[in-house]
């Protein structure tokens, strides 16, 4: 069988880093390889260090500032000499989460992330999916957020404006490519305790706790199996669809 090829941007992430060890787990269980194509912004500390425990995966690093367009576009160029088209693409970036009232809302902030999490998303598409349709195959798989599965709470506008948008991008590409054999989905989990949370009063994050109905914040690795669901031939007949990982909230 056919080393996959895995692109994840934001792998440098708690989810990232997690995955990619996930996914060593499984492919060593499998007696399979695979290789990842890990993209960071600026630390690529944990990258590094994770590269030295690995066998089954092959990680080949790449950094890009993802708010910058053109280096989107030199990170994309880049790739074309790792590989000509990716099996899957996990898509993770994200600015640091902060709670704000909207009349504090900093448009050019709003502007910055929609270019870390939708234009780069837009550009790889763009890039990959007439690829990916090409060969018969592909799978897609975007980090959302429970913001988007009903009302989302108070005081979020820029996370919950973007995270719209990225929702809105990922069903669209869905639907052009869904008889091309390629499946792009999405995945909404509640909170996550990670270091996107260290602009986030503590006590926010125990409310946040507190008022869901498992009285707990989601943990990192429940959050896998359902990315590795979504980058798998399970997911052969899901598209467009987001996943609730709310634990029952929404």
Known sequence: MENKVYFITGASSEVGISFIRSLEEKLEKE???ATVIAHYAAHDEALLALKEELAAVTLVLQQADLSKPKEVADLLTRMADVC????????????????NRMKQ??????????????????EIAKYYLPRMGKRGKGKVAVMLTACTVG??????SQYVLVKYALLGLMKSMAVEFADKGVNV??????????KFLDN????IIEMNREASTMKRNVRVEEVLPAIHLLLSEGSDYMNGVNLNLTGGDR
Do not use: R
């Open 185 to 194: 989905n999405g995945i909404s989990p509640n909170m996550m305790e990670t």
């Open 151 to 156: 009302m989302p709470p108070k005081f979020m």
């Open 105 to 122: 809302l900093d448009w050019q902030k709003v502007l910055q992330d929609m270019e870390i999490q939708v234009h780069s998303l837009l």
């Open 200 to 203: 986030i009063d503590g006590k």
């Open 31 to 33: 007696e399979e390889k």
């Open 84 to 99: 000509e088209c990716p099996d899957c693409i996990l898509h993770l970036p994200a600015a640091k989460l902060s709670y």
